[in-house]
T-cell receptor, first 113, second 115 residues
């Protein structure tokens, strides 16, 4: 079945540091890929998405590129802020199937001033 | 901006009691999902509706969990009886049916604590 693997956290960075959170996936079809962010005590917010190979999703300074050859969708940001501290989830949706999201286990990011 | 509504936000119940959660999706979203998120893990699908019909409930523990979406709009998830292992965040999400990239929009969740 489909699966998503994320790097384990927590990831601790100083403000203005460069961020990378690794995500790889396994899927039988041609999935859409997503990054969601969850702030403490809240639901998940869609951060960015990509629907086909080589697509780059971007939002709020975050970027991720759909790499079919390496089955990866790594999240990057050039300069993190304290307000970026949250848990980040990589997810996929198989558009040929039932479309429910399959999530990774999440990566906690802590940004220190 | 339209949002998914859920209530209650927090629920504390004793083991063996019944508990119910409510979700109102974004207007016009035909597909509704219930996910369970155990602390420190990613959400996992419990049940998926297309309008009022169940599309997938393969991961729903049907001996104690039930879900309905009678008029194809809002939905209720029930647990009876609750067990200690049911303590988790219950998330509702909605999406436009069979269009777009498959993105889903989540509500704030209901945090359930079973004592």
């Amino acid at each position: 079945g489909d699966s998503v693997t994320q790097m384990e956290g927590p990831v601790t960075l100083s403000e203005e540091a460069f961020l990378t959170i690794n995500c790889t996936y396994t899927a039988t079809g041609y999935p859409s890929l997503f990054w969601y962010v969850q702030y403490p005590g809240e639901g998940l917010q869609l951060l960015l998405k990509a629907t086909k190979a080589d697509d780059k999703g971007s939002n709020k300074g975050f970027e991720a590129t759909y790499r079919k050859e390496t089955t990866s969708f790594h999240l990057e940001k050039g300069s993190v802020q304290v307000s970026d501290s949250a848990v980040y989830f990589c997810a996929l949706s198989d558009l040929t199937g039932r479309r429910a999201l399959t999530f990774g286990s999440g990566t906690r990011l802590q940004v220190q001033p | 901006e339209a949002e998914v509504a859920q209530s209650p936000r927090y629920k504390i119940t004793e083991k063996s009691q019944a508990v119910a959660f409510w979700c109102d999706p974004i207007s016009g979203h035909a597909t509704l999902y219930w996910y369970r998120q155990i602390l420190g893990q990613g959400p996992e699908l419990l049940v998926q509706f297309q309008d009022e019909s169940v599309v997938d409930d393969s991961q729903l523990p049907k001996d104690r969990f039930s879900a309905e979406r009678l008029k194809g709009v809002d939905s209720t998830l029930k647990i009876q009886p609750a067990e200690l292992g049911d303590s988790a965040m219950y998330l509702c999400a909605s999406s436009l049916a069979w269009t777009g990239a498959g993105e889903q929009y989540f509500g704030p969740g209901t945090r359930l604590t079973v004592t």
